[in-house]
């Protein structure tokens, strides 16, 4: 049986779905030192998830650097803490390397923070809202994109939390380590989709999608 997919998923339907826990193992990176390590590990595996946070403002004009980069694999994410290390060498290395896949999604606005923090070249990323649209789903948001495909839903709650207070809350490392992870997932379905050609795109009605 082919697996069924939608072009689009309300957010009435996400509601009711269970809440996605991160399985793997959590690594908080402070220093250009251990960074070296975390990003000697990550460009030994096939596919790295890659996603930022940057602290909120909630006064106009006020705008902060991004605060963290968390990559992650299929179990395990590093959270590399940018407002401490900054753009280190460790760091641009990863960035810059086109040796290993690596997975993001609307990475170009998450591109735009990381220039801010120092030059660099990025290397090539696979966007998956790309992906997305080549298998016809017309959402574009992590929540939905893993909702459609996996039926559980990615919590949002800690999103406009401080990413820079001295110690993360361990709430705040979940969040950012499955929104890396849910990256690696989802290219990794993606993939197998189009290449097997085994799903079924249902087109739901658009007064049921408001």
């Given at each position: ?11 009435k ?14 690594v ?8 070296e390590?975390?990003?000697d590990?990550l460009?030994?595996?096939p596919?790295?998830g ?20 968390q990559?992650?694999?299929g179990?395990?994410?590093?959270l590399?803490r940018l ?39 990025m290397?090539?990323f ?13 959402d574009?948001s992590?929540?939905k994109?893993?909702?459609?495909v996996?039926?559980?839903r ?5 999103q ?6 001295d ?14 992870w849910?990256?690696v ?5 993606f ?5 097997t050609?085994?799903?079924?795109l249902v ?8």
């Amino acid at each position: 049986m082919k697996k069924l997919i939608q072009n689009k998923v309300d957010k009435k339907t996400i509601a009711t779905f269970p809440t996605v826990s991160f399985p793997g193992r959590i690594v908080v990176v402070l220093s250009a030192t251990e960074a070296e390590r975390a990003v000697d590990y990550l460009l030994s595996q096939p596919v790295l998830g890659f996603d930022t946070e940057t602290r909120p403002s909630f006064k106009k004009g006020v705008h902060h650097k991004c605060s963290l980069l968390q990559v992650a694999t299929g179990n395990c994410c590093f959270l590399f803490r940018l407002n401490y290390i900054g753009m280190c060498p460790a760091v641009k290395r990863l960035l810059e390397d086109n040796t290993v896949t690596k997975v993001g999604l609307a990475w170009k606005n998450d591109a735009l923070g990381l220039h801010q923090l120092g030059e660099f070249q990025m290397g090539e990323f696979v966007d998956l809202q790309d992906m997305a649209h080549q298998l016809g789903i017309e959402d574009q948001s992590l929540m939905k994109l893993y909702a459609n495909v996996f039926g559980e839903r990615i919590s949002k709650r800690q999103q406009l939390t401080n990413w820079e207070r001295d110690v993360l809350e361990e709430s705040q490392k979940r969040y950012a380590a499955i929104d890396a992870w849910a990256c690696v997932r989802l290219y990794e379905e993606f993939k197998r989709m189009i290449e097997t050609n085994d799903y079924q795109l249902v087109i739901v009605p658009e007064e049921n999608n408001q």
